[in-house]
T-cell receptor, first 109, second 113 residues
């Protein structure tokens, strides 16, 4: 059974810090992996999508990597800001979507 | 109910026809979301309902797409004049009960020929 685990479950940091959020999955047979942020009361916002043939994607201060052989993906947030406060989800796709457990991030001024 | 349900589970239609997709959220959940996932693509947000507030339609890809939520419960996503690029799995989610964690339905697989 495919499981997606995120570590840490919660993180609280002062602004300006560089952060690494981790996502691990048990089955390397994923088609793609996607990182989202979820803000209270809003829909999921897609951040980065990594196809199984890719190793990383970058958008602004965000960088996501994918290592299928080790079953891991990381989301790197550079120079964190209070506006980055949200829950971050990684979602793996096999023949269905497998949602990670989420990391709740708080960035304080 | 035990979870979010969607119907139909599969829908095959011809290009140019209109389709309606239905979502029954978890009883008591005030928020309802529609997403779609196209082949080889990630999850894409479409629209969000929260209680009696005006829905957030910012994710709808064109004016052929519309959604309603009747009585704060069941929602219908309507696609008019379907195109082949509309082929995707359409997912519905709901949240509520003091948490904004989203619970997803099984999806409707739409194929436009």
């Amino acid at each position: 059974k495919q499981e997606v685990t995120q570590i840490p479950a919660a993180l609280s940091v002062p602004e300006g810090e560089n952060l690494v959020l981790n996502c691990s999955f048990t089955d390397s047979a994923i088609y793609n992996l996607q990182w989202f942020r979820q803000d209270p009361g809003k829909g999921l916002t897609s951040l980065l999508l990594i196809q199984s043939s890719q190793r990383e994607q970058t958008s602004g201060r965000l960088n996501a990597s994918l290592d299928k052989s080790s079953g891991r993906s990381t989301l790197y947030i550079a120079a964190s800001q209070p506006g980055d406060s949200a829950t971050y989800l990684c979602v793996g796709r096999t023949d269905k979507l497998i949602f990670g457990t989420g990391t709740r991030l708080q960035v304080f001024p | 109910g035990a979870g979010v349900s969607q119907s139909p589970s599969n829908k095959v239609t011809e290009k140019g026809k209109d389709v309606e997709l239905r979502c029954d959220p978890i009883s008591g959940h005030t928020a309802l979301y529609w997403y779609r996932q196209s082949l080889g693509q990630g999850l894409e947000f479409l629209i969000y309902f929260q209680g009696n507030s005006a829905p957030d339609k910012s994710g709808l890809p064109s004016d052929r797409f519309s959604a309603e939520r009747t009585g704060g419960s069941v929602s219908t996503l309507t696609i008019q004049r379907t195109q082949q690029e509309d082929s995707a799995v359409y997912l519905c989610a709901s949240s509520g009960g003091g948490t904004w964690a989203q619970y997803f339905g099984p999806g409707t697989r739409l194929t436009v020929l």
